[in-house]
C-alpha cells in the first residue's frame, strides 16, 4: 500500500526566506503526487502535481516541486516566502485509475515579519 | 473559478444521532468523493461515488456511513448513529469528466463541514 511521510510538522520561516517541505513517499509504481494547502477555516486548495514528464513541476503562488524517484521525494520549495503562505500543506500521492489519494500527515508553516 | 460548497460548515450533535452533511460539487465533474481528517491527524479516503453507486470505500467506511445523490446536484454523506469518534472535517470532492488516460486526476476540494459529536 501507498505512505506518505512529512517528516515535519512544523516549520518556522522569516518573510522572504527561502522554503523546502518535504516529502518522501512509498507506492511501487510511478506515483501521482500532489501538494494542497489548507488556510485555516479553508478547504484543500491544489497548490501543484506531478503525473509524468518533466520531473520539476510550477504550481500557483510561486512554489515548485521536484520528482526524485531514487530518493522518493517530492519536496516543495518556494524561493521566498510571503506572511500569506502561513498555513499547512499537506503532500499527496494517488494511485492510476482514480484519486484515493494517501495524504501526508500536514507540515505546519509559520512565517515570522 | 467553479468551486465545491459544503454545508453545514459545523455541526454538534449528540452521540446516537444521525446526521448529514450536503455537497454541491462543480457541476459538470461525475467523480465525487468523501475524505475526512480527525484532528491532529492525516486526511484520510473515505469513499468514492460514480454514476449513481459507490466505486470504492475505505475499511473506515462501514455500515453507519452511506452516500447518495439525491437530485442529481446535491452529494451527501449520512452518518447513522453517530459515535463520539466521527468527529472530524469532512471534506467533499470532486473531479472532473475528463480523466487522463493514465489514471488520476485532480481533485477540487470543498472547505469542509467540522463535525462534533458530544
Known amino acids: 500500500a501507498q505512505s506518505v511521510t512529512q517528516p515535519d510538522i512544523h516549520i518556522t520561516v522569516s518573510e522572504g526566506a527561502s522554503l523546502e517541505l518535504r516529502c518522501n513517499y512509498s507506492y511501487g509504481a510511478t506515483p501521482y503526487l500532489f501538494w494542497y494547502v489548507q488556510s485555516p477555516g479553508q478547504g484543500l486548495q491544489l497548490l501543484l502535481k506531478y503525473f509524468s514528464g518533466d520531473t520539476l513541476v510550477q504550481g500557483i503562488k510561486g512554489f515548485e516541486a521536484e520528482f526524485k524517484r531514487s530518493q522518493s521525494s517530492f519536496n516543495l520549495r518556494k524561493p521566498s516566502v510571503h506572511w500569506s503562505d502561513a498555513a499547512e500543506y499537506f503532500c499527496?500521492?494517488?494511485?492510476?485509475?482514480?484519486?484515493?489519494?494517501?495524504f501526508g500527515t500536514g507540515t505546519q508553516l509559520k512565517v515570522e515579519l | 473559478e467553479p468551486e465545491v460548497t459544503q454545508t453545514p460548515s459545523h455541526q454538534v450533535t449528540q452521540m446516537g444521532q444521525e446526521v448529514i452533511l450536503r455537497c454541491v460539487p462543480i457541476?459538470?465533474?461525475?467523480?465525487f468523493y468523501w475524505y475526512r481528517q480527525i484532528l491532529g491527524q492525516k486526511v484520510e479516503f473515505l469513499v468514492s461515488f460514480y454514476n449513481n453507486e459507490i466505486s470504492e470505500k475505505s475499511e473506515i467506511f462501514d455500515d453507519q456511513f452511506s452516500v447518495e445523490r439525491p437530485d442529481g446536484s446535491n452529494f451527501t454523506l449520512k452518518i447513522r448513529s453517530t459515535k463520539l469518534e466521527d468527529s472530524a472535517m469532512y471534506f467533499c470532492?470532486?473531479?472532473?469528466?475528463?480523466?487522463?488516460?493514465?489514471?488520476?486526476?485532480?481533485?477540487?476540494f470543498g472547505a469542509g463541514s467540522r463535525l462534533t459529536v458530544l
Open positions: 499527496a500521492v494517488g494511485t492510476g485509475g482514480g484519486n484515493k489519494l494517501t
Open positions: 470532492a470532486s473531479e472532473g469528466r475528463d480523466r487522463i488516460p493514465s489514471g488520476a486526476n485532480v481533485l477540487t
Open positions: 457541476s459538470n465533474h461525475l467523480y
